[in-house]
C-alpha cells in the first residue's frame, strides 16, 4: 500500500513541473505579410542626339529632350494596364511647341509570351499654318497663317494625330526576345493620308557573368515599313493631277545598336536609316530646311532636297524607375 501510494505522489509530482518550450513540438510562427499593392508607377527621361521616329528625324538633327510617367495596374501576375503620358523637344516645319504623347493599353504574358495593346495619341501643340494657296481656306480653318514657308514649302497648323497599336514579344530565353509591332492611323501627322507601320525586332541581352558586376549590355535591331495613302488636298498640287492630294512614297526603314546599362541608367548607342529618296523625303516632311532643285518625284515636282530620312547616328542617354523598385 506505501508503494502505491509513494508511485502515486511521483506521478503528480512529474505533472506538476514546470515544461519548458524545448520540450514542445516547435510550430512554425505566423507573421502578418502585406500584399504587395497591384498599383505601380513607372517614370524616366532620356537625352538623345537626335529624336528620329520611324527612320525621320523630329528634332532636326538636333538633340532633344523627354520625359514620361506611366502608372500602372496588376490585375494578376499575367495581365497589367497602363496609361501614360510623355513629352518630347521637336523641331517642326509648323514651329509646334513640342510634341505631348497620352497613350493606354494592357499587357497580357503568357509563359514567354509578352502581348501590349493600346491606343496613342500624338499632340503638337504651338503650331502654324503655312501655305499660300489655301491662305484663305484651309489655313483660316486652322486658325489663321502665314503663306508659305520660306522654301516654299506647306503644313498645316494642326499635326496631331493618333494610333492603335499591337506589339508581341517572345522571350526565347534569359538573353534572346524577337518582337513586332503593327500601327495604323487614318490621318498620319493629320495628312489625311492613312499609315500602317510594321517591323520585326530583336534583341540579345548578354549573360551577367560575362560582364563586370552591374554592368548590363545588349544589342538590338529594328526592320520595318512604313505604309501610306494619300493626303488631302491641303498637301495637293495646284493644277495637277495630284490637286486633290498627293500620294506618299511607302518606304523601309532600319536601325541597330548596342546598349549598355548600370543600375537605372542605359547608354544606346545606335544607326538609323531608310530607303526614302531626298525628294519623296521633302513631300512627306515638309522640311522646312530643304534646298535645291534636284530630287524632281512624282510628288516633290519643285526638286528640294530633304536630308531628315537619311542615315544618321543616335546617341540616347536614359534613366527609367519604377516607384516599386526604386522608390522603397
Keep these: 500500500m506505501q508503494k502505491i501510494v509513494l508511485s502515486a505522489l511521483a506521478a503528480l509530482a512529474m505533472s506538476a513541473a514546470p515544461t519548458f518550450a524545448g520540450d514542445l513540438p516547435v510550430k512554425a510562427a505566423k507573421v502578418a505579410v502585406a500584399a504587395p499593392s497591384p498599383w505601380d508607377i513607372a517614370f524616366g527621361s532620356a537625352i538623345v542626339s537626335d529624336y528620329v521616329f520611324r527612320g525621320v528625324t523630329q528634332s532636326n538633327h538636333k538633340p532633344s529632350v523627354s520625359a514620361y510617367i506611366e502608372p500602372r495596374y496588376n490585375v494578376s501576375a499575367n495581365l497589367q494596364l497602363y496609361a501614360g503620358i510623355a513629352g518630347e523637344s521637336i523641331s517642326f516645319p509648323n514651329r509646334a511647341a513640342a510634341e505631348i504623347d497620352f497613350y493606354a493599353g494592357i499587357r497580357p504574358t503568357f509563359g514567354p509570351i ?6 496613342w495619341y500624338y ?8 501655305n499660300t494657296a489655301a491662305f ?8 489663321g497663317g502665314t503663306g508659305a514657308l520660306p ?21 526565347v530565353n534569359d538573353s ?6 503593327l500601327f495604323y492611323t487614318n490621318s498620319f501627322l493629320h495628312s489625311g493620308a492613312p499609315g500602317t507601320y510594321v517591323s ?6 548578354l549573360p551577367a557573368t560575362m560582364l563586370p558586376a552591374g554592368i548590363g549590355m545588349y544589342v538590338s535591331g529594328e526592320f520595318g515599313r512604313q505604309y501610306l495613302g494619300t493626303s488631302d488636298s491641303f498637301y495637293g498640287i495646284p493644277a495637277t ?3 486633290g492630294g498627293i500620294n506618299y512614297a511607302d518606304y523601309n526603314t532600319w536601325n541597330a545598336g548596342i546598349g549598355f546599362t548600370k543600375s537605372v541608367f542605359t547608354l544606346d548607342l545606335r544607326y538609323s536609316g531608310t530607303n526614302l529618296s531626298k525628294g519623296d523625303c521633302n513631300a512627306f516632311t515638309s522640311d522646312h530646311t530643304a534646298t535645291g532643285t534636284g530630287a524632281v518625284t512624282p510628288i516633290n515636282p519643285v526638286g528640294q532636297s530633304s536630308n531628315w530620312c537619311g542615315n544618321t547616328f543616335i546617341a540616347k542617354l536614359g534613366v527609367d524607375l519604377t516607384a516599386s523598385a526604386n522608390l522603397k
Excluded at 509578352?114 to 491606343?119: I, K, P, R, S, T
Excluded at 484663305?136 to 486658325?143: E, K, R, V
Design 114 to 119: 509578352a502581348l501590349d495593346f493600346g491606343g
Design 123 to 130: 499632340w503638337y501643340p504651338g503650331g502654324q499654318c503655312f
Design 136 to 143: 484663305g481656306a484651309d489655313c483660316f480653318a486652322n486658325s
Design 151 to 171: 522654301n516654299g514649302n506647306v503644313i498645316k497648323k494642326d499635326l496631331s494625330f493618333w494610333e492603335v497599336y499591337f506589339k508581341p514579344t517572345w522571350n
Design 176 to 181: 534572346l526576345a524577337l518582337g513586332g509591332n
Design 200 to 205: 520585326g525586332t530583336v534583341k540579345y541581352t
Design 241 to 243: 493631277a495630284q490637286a
